[in-house]
Nanobody, 116 residues
Framework: QVQLVESGGGLVQAGGSLRLSCAAS????????MGWFRQAPGKQRELVAT???????NYADSVNGRFTISRGNAKNTVYLQMNSLKPEDTAVYYC??????????WGQGTQVTVSS
């Protein structure tokens, strides 16, 4: 069972930047997607960005052009660079891994709060 651990959340003013990290407990060389989802209070969890093992990326319209997803050289990490943050980006951000043979994995989440 692979474990995912997020870090990098915090409090930032609107217009600021944060970089989230997700570290897997083992090297991940083949997967369907890794990515980030978020859940704001009273709302459903929503996709933020994903990346395939081939490097293709996908972004929610609300973050496209402001957020960038990438993988680390160690192949067990994925990052989310968040720029020009807005109060509506406030949420718990969850790392996600999907693999054909063992399904979907989630991290515990990291809080991002953007003040106006």
């Amino acid at each position: 069972q692979v474990q995912l651990v997020e870090s990098g959340g915090g409090l930032v003013q609107a217009g600021g930047s944060l970089r989230l990290s997700c570290a897997a407990s083992r090297s991940i060389t083949s997967f369907n997607t890794m990515g980030w989802f978020r859940q704001a209070p009273g709302k459903q969890r929503e996709l933020v960005a994903t990346i395939t093992s081939g490097g293709s990326t996908n972004y929610a319209d609300s973050v496209n052009g402001r957020f960038t997803i990438s993988r680390g050289n160690a192949k067990n990490t994925v990052y989310l660079q968040m720029n020009s943050l807005k109060p509506e980006d406030t949420a718990v951000y969850y790392c996600n891994l999907v693999r054909t043979w063992d399904g979907t994995h989630w991290g515990q989440g990291t809080q991002v709060t953007v003040s106006s």
